[in-house]
């Protein structure tokens, strides 16, 4: 519910510099109204793990990992449970403009202190988390989890040489997909389930393909039809990457193998920001890939000379993978969710700085003058087309993305932070 206040002086001057701002774009042919009701609209996925830095909901001794999951530093206001993080986001959707929803992954299990392993869990461990979300009437994304657990250790699960491992961590695929399927209906939104696996080596493999094999058969076996789930609801995902701690020469689950899977599974492809190349941004891939695919997953995070998933900021790659789904015209076939995790700021500010610097991308991305720029292109006018697009990059944005916030009642500007210390004042420095 957004509850924020702006004084009619404030307003005026906003409704100026707009009013100014919209005569420019409207020179190029860009409605800036429509831009904004556009930005608006397109669902942006809150991830609950920046909250408790991935730690989650379950009982383990020890500490485990098994999937180069780490988020660094110690700021203090960490959330310890579900009521915690669940007020932490609730605290992002009031200062966040646009349509939210909540991502969770499967170790956020709330099953009230008893036992409740991965492969047996039920929509009932998460039926606080529906209420919540029913509450705050977002839509609700869920993830397997298929790491931090004793029978991850090794690194392997669903392309473990062990029959009985590979087979526990299928039926947790499956069970996870009921729980998606559960929430899309409840919460009468679809619900995107996202397949990641931390399988790999961490130094030469003398044999890459027998953990392929288990691998196409183990997805076979969790998406059978015979399960009865309903794909309306359940919409599930598989997300790829180049390396990861302990996996640095071999990743089972490539980018090349997931692109195949994919199409030939009927499932939807996740591309994550930071899951490739340190030199290799994702914005070329994907007008490649939607030739062939109806829709893409994309993750929005932010690596720094590897997948260390810094908290977003609006920065050249972000914009260009927006401008990238706007240019093509295909922001529909995108669906948008974050992942990153930073402990060394304060975590509800992450969340808010990420969410704000995505939802700034997508109105950038929606008021670029694509029609001129192309018909410059067609014409061969490449340098005036280039000259364009430099002359973008210093439009009056910021008057448009002021009157976004101010008609979805968020604050303008950094009017959000003080919002942010009193909630850190009051919450966060009591846990």
């Known amino acids: 519910m957004r509850d924020h206040i702006f004084h009619s002086a404030d307003e005026a001057k906003l409704d100026g510099r707009y009013a100014d701002a919209k005569s420019l774009y409207a020179g190029y042919g860009v409605d800036t109204d429509a831009a904004v009701d556009a930005a608006l609209n397109v669902p942006v996925s809150l991830h609950c793990w920046q909250a408790d830095d991935v730690r989650g909901l379950e009982s383990h001794e020890g500490d485990l990992d098994g999937g180069g999951i780490m988020a660094t530093g110690g700021y203090p206001g960490r959330a310890r449970n579900g ?32 036992r409740v392993d991965r492969d047996a869990l039920t929509v009932e461990q998460f039926e606080r988390w529906i209420d919540w979300a029913a509450g705050e009437n977002i839509g609700m994304d869920f993830n397997s989890t298929y790491f931090a657990h004793p029978m991850a250790e090794d690194g392997y699960t669903l392309s473990h040489p062990d029959q009985s491992v590979r087979d526990f961590w299928i039926r947790h695929g499956i069970a996870c997909r009921r729980i998606a399927e559960e929430i899309g209906r409840r919460l009468d939104k679809p619900c995107y389930l996202n397949h990641w696996i931390p399988d790999g080596a961490k130094d030469s493999p003398s ?43 071999y990743v089972v689950g490539s980018f090349e193998f997931y692109s195949a899977l994919s199409l030939t599974r009927g499932l939807l492809l996740c591309l994550d920001m930071g899951h490739f190349h340190p030199t290799e941004t994702i914005h070329d891939k994907i007008s490649a890939l939607l030739q062939f695919h109806d829709r893409l997953l994309m993750h929005v995070s932010r690596p720094i000379r590897w997948d260390s998933d810094h908290v977003v900021i609006f920065n050249d790659d972000l914009r260009a993978v927006f401008l990238e789904w706007a240019r093509g015209r295909a922001l529909d076939r995108a669906v948008v969710a974050m992942d990153f995790f930073d402990a060394s700021i304060n975590r509800t500010a992450a969340y808010i700085i990420g969410a704000r610097a995505t939802r700034k991308a997508i109105l950038y991305a929606l008021l670029d003058p694509v029609d001129t720029l192309q018909e410059l292109e067609s014409q061969g006018k490449n340098a005036q087309k280039l000259a364009l697009m430099e002359e973008w990059k210093t439009m009056p944005f910021d008057a448009v993305w002021d009157t976004l916030c101010v008609r979805d009642g968020v604050p303008t500007g950094a009017a959000w932070l003080s919002d942010v210390e009193q909630y850190e004042k009051e919450v966060l420095k009591s846990r």
Do not use: Q, T
């Not at 669940?86 to 099953?111: Q, T, W």
């Not at 044999?207 to 998406?223: E, G, K, T």
């Open 207 to 249: 044999d890459r393909w027998s953990p392929r094999a288990r691998l196409v058969d183990s997805y076979d076996r969790i998406m059978d039809v015979s399960h009865g789930i309903d794909r309306a609801w359940c919409i599930d995902a598989v997300e790829s990457k180049l390396f990861g701690l302990g996996s640095e020469d």
């Open 83 to 114: 009521d915690e993080i669940r007020r932490d986001l609730s605290k992002v959707i009031n200062l966040v403009p646009g349509v939210l929803r909540a991502n969770i992954h499967a170790l956020y299990a709330e099953s009230g202190g008893k």
